[in-house]
């Protein structure tokens, strides 16, 4: 037996499918003003989880194409800037065959030799260029102008070009507490070393000198911070321990300060838990200095090595240290080996009483060896420009890509998406005419 | 033929009655056609057999003539079976509905699909700001931008998890409602069965306070898994009429009683809270009233939803109170608990990493010096952060200067180091490192960055949602089809009573055109017969 329907059920079912109707028509409408997929989880995980995915992707990549837009606007900025040095020094180098020649009084190779320092001058003015308020020669620091010229010597970030000395004298570093000895102090301590010993909470500071082999030694309690070690320095130095063995410092010129903490770092313990000393001077490694590196994230895979320090390999290097292209340090017969110091000494040779022009060679060999160093420089210089750009357009193509696969996941295609929606309302059309005929007729129509 | 005479009258008189009784019910259920809950009634008609086959002066004539019809009783066309039926299915169905609508709610708060501006996205920000950072470390204006961008982060995580414990405060709201609501049914219940009772002592069928009562117990079923039974109880002089009895079905198939006629249990809403006046529990249990009742226990029976199987009180209890691998010992169930705590979570590890790379000593776990995050009650460290409580630690707040650590290495001292950018990268490069997450009680999460651990929160509630909708699906179709075939049974159809009418009405119109036949019998009889000849 077939099972007894009733008007009302028929009525009650087709309330439920005319409203199933509206329901498909409205979620068709929906997608073709929107054009998403899908507005929930819910809806479609998988294309979710793809469609986060992507996202993640796009948002980093973004942050890579900006990374490398701005490492080429900087390194562009700087390249042009090392182009005018190089007309600058080849400039220099036309001046000094002039000038070098016998044929030349002495009184034009002044003026050649003023020129010289003019042009010397404007190297360093050059290397002091900003880019959007960096100062792009600075290498790590580019927050500063990085050349200054104290007394006719050439200084990059504080330190001196030619001997490596820092115009703030002496200092040392514990870990990440870094001990400045100040100005005054210069070379007084070099032979010096200081230890951080760590004494139980609580304890007084304490502080001893070893003349014999020069060590300072500090005692401070577990949990002291910068602020007392400088006290306990400022201390010695001040009529303590340390008084009479550097009188050249001055007590208000020590400053301590922790690289991220104001904790002190203590000294780190040697095998037989001898703490280990660290050496005070007041020379910088310039060899250091002029291969710092500046790292940018631009998408290759930021790594980091199990000492903490990052794989070069995986990020872009766009340092430009100023030292690396003038050169820096002197040989051992102490002749200069940067540019500037070297034309500052051709124009005081230019200008001595006994000039001979065999005897300029030697200085003119060393600008010469110094220049092509530069040009060195400059063509590593150029492949590291045209490594991000190639970069960049990568990115920007990886973008498009990923864009693309995005609208692929989450979005629908308008064209589709409005077929579906005039189905949906053909369907939803079809249910309410139907449903008019359907409702309506009875027996009672038929009854007289 | 040994029928009396005017026997036929009363043939006639009963065709007339039944017609009429027909055509009265008739008119009933057209007039209710559209009332909720009604139930089609029909008369029971049987025909009456002639009198007394088997009496001493019973008719012994051949020809036995029966004495018309009789109206018996009135009754509803309804199948008990298929209410069994229905108010089995129905707790499923709605316990999927509630799960459903509950884990939209959370949803609508965790789901980044179609507003992409959630926590992903904003720690998508952070990355950036930090980026730029490295371009140009120390620099106070970018430090100033990550700093809002990470208060930014702080601020949703308290926004999102406010929302969250919104909808946790809605649904114990209506969870308390419903208990009211299914109190307020059985008391109805309850009364009904006596009214019912009363009226059936009397030898009436209160059918429309069976409906109602009917549609109490569908309305019931929606909360618990119930049973019904009849127990039939004299009522003196051979009488015996029916008692409802309603019990509710545990798990373990353990009954507690609801109803027992016309005395009733009570169901109790609680909340357990702790000293700080947090509530820790939810609970729901049953208070048997006036003694009789046939409960398992005395007095108070608490429920957790490992007694009751389906149904909102069952969904309720533990959307409320499970926090799957956040339970000790961890359990399968994933309530708004554990969205709450997996938000948690991500807030407490997110705020770790970010303050170990920028505390000074890298090698030391325990040192907290710079944090980036705190649990905004004094704490300089990441103990005891989750999403409600994390904020901009004091110390980064009042720092006017450089605060994030650029670089922890001095590779010379006379040579300023702080400008380097290696720990910027080093903090970008932990939050995209993939780790593995773990609750208090060390029971493993997932294995991924805090963005993919932030995307698998919103996969597993989809997840959870298309399961519990497709669910919920097919316990409704199901309950459709036992409610179409209890609606084939139960419901008017207008064609079928506007046929009766034409029926009944001719049947009245036959009876009296039976009774006018009798009546011109009788007159022959009486008036012209024997007047022949006259």
């Known amino acids: ?121 404007s190297i360093v003015s050059t290397l002091n260029t900003q880019y959007a308020d960096q100062y792009i020669f600075g290498g790590s620091d580019t927050s500063k102008a990085p050349f200054s010229v104290v007394n006719d010597e050439l200084y990059y970030r504080g330190i001196n070009v030619n001997t490596g000395e820092s115009l703030e004298g002496a200092a040392t570093n514990v870990g990440a507490t870094v001990i400045k000895f100040g100005e005054s102090s210069k070379a007084t301590m070099n032979n010096s070393s200081i230890v ?69 770092t203590f000294s780190a313990l040697d095998a037989s838990n001898n703490p280990v000393a660290s050496s005070v001077s007041n020379k910088a490694n310039l060899k250091n200095l002029a291969e710092e590196n500046v790292f940018v994230d631009i998408g290759l895979g930021l790594d980091f090595n199990k000492d903490g320090t990052v794989n070069e390999q995986s990020v872009f290097d766009i340092s430009m240290s100023g030292i690396s292209f003038l050169g820096y340090g002197q040989d051992s017969d102490g002749t200069h080996q940067n540019i500037y110091s070297l034309i500052g000494d051709m124009a005081d040779y230019l200008e001595s009483s006994n000039f001979t022009t065999d005897g300029s060679y030697k200085i003119k060999e060393a600008i010469s ?80 | 033929m040994a029928t009396s005479t005017f026997a036929g009258y009363y043939v006639a008189r009963s065709g007339v009655v039944a017609a009429r009784s027909n055509l009265q019910i008739t008119g009933q259920n057209i007039t209710n056609m559209n009332t909720e809950g009604y139930t089609r009634q029909s008369v029971v008609n049987s025909s009456i057999p002639s009198v007394g086959n088997n009496m001493r002066y019973s008719d012994t004539s051949t020809i036995k003539v029966g004495q018309g019809v009789s109206c018996d009783s009135v009754i509803r066309n309804r199948d008990e079976t298929l209410d069994n039926r229905y108010r089995a299915e129905s707790p499923k169905t709605e316990s999927f509905d509630l799960e459903t609508e509950i884990k939209t709610d959370l949803e609508n708060i965790l789901d980044e699909i179609k507003n992409d501006n959630g926590i992903q996205d904003k720690i998508a920000g952070l990355i950036k700001q930090l980026q730029n950072l490295s371009t140009s470390p120390g620099d106070t204006n970018y430090e100033s931008i990550v700093k809002n961008t990470a208060l930014g982060i702080a601020k949703l995580f308290n926004q999102l998890s406010t929302s969250l414990q919104e909808v946790k405060d809605q649904q114990a709201e209506y969870f308390s409602m419903n208990v009211e609501n299914a109190n307020t049914i059985i008391k109805q219940i309850a009364s009904l069965n006596e009214e ?113 199987n389906n149904g909102k009180f069952a969904t309720y209890l533990s959307m409320l109170n499970d926090n799957g691998v956040y339970d000790t010992p961890p359990t399968t169930t994933n309530g708004i608990g554990y969205y709450q705590q997996r938000l948690d979570t991500l807030a407490n590890y997110f705020a770790d990493v970010l303050n170990k790379v920028n505390s000074s000593d890298s090698a030391d776990a325990t040192n907290y010096d710079k944090p980036f995050f705190t649990n905004g ?147 022959q009889l009486i008036n012209n017969m024997g007047l022949v000849g006259r």
């Not at chain 1, 357009?393 to 308008?414: G, H, P, R, S």
């Not at chain 2, 051979?238 to 009733?264: A, M, P, Q, R």
């Not at chain 2, 309950?479 to 506007?498: C, G, K």
Request: hydrophobic fraction near 35%; aromatic fraction near 8%; proline fraction near 1%.
């Open chain 1, 1 to 121: 037996m077939s099972m007894r329907i009733t008007s009302s059920m028929i009525s009650k079912q087709y309330k439920k499918n005319a409203n199933e109707a509206l329901n498909t028509y409205n979620d068709n409408a929906d997608r073709s003003t929107t054009h998403r997929a899908f507005s929930r989880t819910s809806e479609d995980i998988f294309s979710a989880t793809k469609a986060f995915k992507v996202r993640n992707e796009i948002k980093a990549n973004n942050d890579y194409i900006a990374n490398a837009a701005n490492s080429e606007d900087f390194l562009d900025t700087g390249e042009k800037n090392i182009q005018t040095i190089n007309k600058i020094i080849q400039d220099v180098q036309d001046k000094i065959n002039s000038a070098i020649t016998g044929t030349k009084s002495a009184d034009e190779r002044s003026i050649i030799a003023t020129e010289l320092r003019t042009m010397r001058e």
């Open chain 1, 196 to 264: 951080i010993k760590e004494l139980p909470e609580g304890s007084p500071a304490d502080l001893s000198y070893d003349s014999s082999t020069g060590t300072i030694t500090v005692s401070l309690a577990k949990g002291s911070t910068n602020a007392d070690l400088e006290q306990a320095l400022k201390d010695g130095f001040n009529g303590g321990a340390l008084s009479s063995a550097f009188p050249d410092v001055v007590a208000d010129e020590v400053s301590v300060q922790g690289l991220p903490s104001s904790l002190v």
């Open chain 1, 369 to 448: 060896d110094g220049y092509n160093s530069f040009l060195k420089k400059y063509t590593e210089f150029g492949s590291r420009s045209s490594m991000i750009s190639y970069t960049k357009d990568y990115l920007d193509d990886k973008d498009l890509n990923l864009t693309e696969k995005q609208d692929d996941i989450e979005f629908v295609d308008a064209i589709d998406a409005y077929i579906d929606l005039m189905t949906a309302k053909t369907a939803y059309m079809a249910a309410i005419q139907i449903g008019t005929n359907i409702i309506q007729p009875t027996v009672l129509d038929f009854m007289k």
């Open chain 2, 196 to 308: 019912i009772k009363r009226s059936q002592v009397t030898g009436a069928d209160p059918l429309e306070l069976e409906d109602t009562r009917d549609q109490l117990l569908d309305k019931l079923s929606e909360y618990c898994d119930i049973e019904t039974s009849k127990v039939s109880v004299s009522v003196g002089s051979g009488k015996y009429v029916d008692e409802l009895n309603v019990v509710l079905v545990g798990k373990d198939g353990t009954k507690y009683s609801l109803i027992d006629n016309d005395v009733y249990s009570k169901f109790n809403y609680t909340e357990v809270k702790d000293a700080n006046g947090n509530i820790t529990d939810y609970q729901l249990s049953l208070t048997k009233l006036n003694g009789s009742v046939r409960i398992a226990t005395n007095g108070t029976t608490a429920f957790d939803d490992s007694v009751l």
């Open chain 2, 377 to 523: 009650n004094g704490s300089t460290d990441s103990t005891g952060i989750t999403a409600a409580n994390i904020s901009i630690s004091q110390q980064w707040k009042d720092c006017q200067g450089s605060y994030i650590t650029s670089s922890k290495v001095v590779t010379d001292a006379t040579v300023d180091s702080t400008k380097r950018s290696d720990n910027i990268l080093f903090m970008i490069s932990e939050i995209n490192k993939s780790r593995d997450f773990y609750t208090d009680t060390g029971e493993f999460i997932f294995q991924g960055n805090v963005k993919e651990y932030a995307t698998d929160i919103s996969d597993t509630l989809g997840l959870e949602i298309t399961f519990s909708k497709s669910n919920y699906e097919t316990s409704n179709t199901k309950l459709n089809t036992i409610n179409d075939a209890r609606l084939s049974v139960s419901s008017v159809d207008v064609n079928e009573e506007s046929i009766n009418m034409v029926m009944y009405n001719q049947s009245f119109q036959a009876s009296s055109r039976f009774m006018t036949t009798m009546d011109e019998l009788i007159n």
